[in-house]
């Protein structure tokens, strides 16, 4: 009983981890939540407060790869109509109320649309920038794989078309992290596609209101899943700028970050958070061009040894020297100091060995 009344206390400010079925408010990218309109309930609209209208069960299918939305206060389900027409909240649970989940690692460009990295493996993006140069990189993997009224008309030009902005993101050289951006949930911010009519995709506009996008790339598009509890806003949002020996993180392009594996702290693997597994000790030489890492938790060092990375116990092991290249600021590749041309480097399939191209790229962040 005590623990429901705290639950109850908290609000919903933490991100959705995706670990299960769970109660959920869904923040759009200016400022609500969606809801079912409390006049007209199959609508679905984006002036959402902290009520049950604003509240929605969420069910996952095939390792969070699809989800259903259905909503607290209807038990409706939020859907995508099967003409690819309408969003409302109207669905039983069919075929038309289930989304491919995108997580995506995203950061904000000069016009309005986004710049993305898929986290699911789901559909390829335009926009991911590996050069032919590290399309050779998978050496090893680490650790597995990883408005306004009524329902809404489609938007079929919400910005520039795939085509220009795939030329326009080929031409860009970096994959950016998602943990440097502004917004606090920014890291787990998602995109929904509907499964049924591949290329829609739910949207809201300032002024239209929830809309149907046919723009995948758009900022509009993304979405923020929340629940009950505490908010880490301070925790590990300072750039890591190698000057000194710090507790950090080192985030990948994926929009997670580097850790030791909960269930053998021998493996090395992507989906690490914040926690203690995916706290590194930061050790830089005199120069700040050569850097060690030790594990908050198991105190073993990051190493690449055998087209590996992985995790040993003594610091004098040559292996667990990395060549810092700083790309920018806080953002580095870490190359072996030993095996020439050896990256550490995250693609969809996971951590592995790249070359140096563009997901080879980490943010490092030290706590507050």
């Known amino acids: 009983m005590a623990l429901e009344l705290l639950n109850d206390k908290l609000s919903f400010v933490a991100p959705y981890k995706w670990d299960g079925p769970k109660i959920c408010m869904i923040r759009h990218q200016h400022g609500g939540f969606l809801r079912a309109n409390p006049k007209n309930h199959q609508e679905c609209n984006y002036k959402g407060g902290q009520t049950d209208w604003s509240k929605w069960q969420i069910f996952l299918h095939e390792n969070a790869k699809i989800i259903q939305i259905q ?17 409302s909240v109207a669905s039983e649970g069919g075929t038309c109320s289930k989304f491919i989940l995108h997580r995506f690692a995203l950061h904000n460009n000069n016009n309005n649309n986004v710049s993305a990295a898929a986290a699911t493996g789901n559909v390829s993006t335009s926009t991911s920038t590996s050069s032919s140069s590290d399309t050779t990189s998978e050496v090893v993997m680490n650790g597995g794989g990883g ?25 860009s050289e970096s994959v950016s992290p998602v943990l440097g951006l502004n917004n606090v949930h920014s890291e787990y911010g998602v995109v929904l596609e509907s499964q049924r009519t591949r290329g829609l995709y739910v949207s809201v506009h300032p002024n239209d209101g929830v809309y149907i996008s046919k723009d995948r790339q758009h900022t509009h598009n993304r979405l923020y899943f929340l629940v009950r509890g505490k908010r880490d806003d301070g925790v590990f949002r300072k750039p890591y700028l190698l000057k000194a020996q710090n507790t950090i993180i080192i985030s990948h392009a994926f929009g997670g970050t580097v850790r030791i594996n909960p269930k053998n702290e021998n493996i090395v693997d992507h989906q690490g958070d914040k926690d203690i597994l995916s706290q590194w000790e930061a050790l830089p030489d005199s120069n700040a061009s050569v850097l060690q890492f030790k594990n908050v938790k198991s105190g073993a060092f990051l190493r690449i040894k055998e087209k590996t990375v992985s995790c040993c116990e003594r610091k004098s092991d040559p292996n667990t020297k990395f060549l810092v290249h700083v790309v920018q600021s806080n953002i580095v590749k870490l190359e072996s100091a030993v095996f020439e041309g050896q990256f550490i480097s995250v693609r969809q399939k996971g951590l592995c060995i790249g070359n140096g191209g563009p997901h080879c790229q980490m943010t490092l962040y030290q706590k507050e």
Do not use: R
């Not at 909503?71 to 969003?87: F, P, R």
């Open 147 to 171: 408005g306004g009224g009524g329902a809404a008309a489609v938007h079929a030009n919400d910005g520039n078309n795939d085509e220009q902005q795939s030329s326009e993101s080929k031409q």
């Open 71 to 87: 909503n607290v206060k209807t038990k409706k389900y939020l859907d995508i109509d099967k003409h690819g027409q309408y969003i």
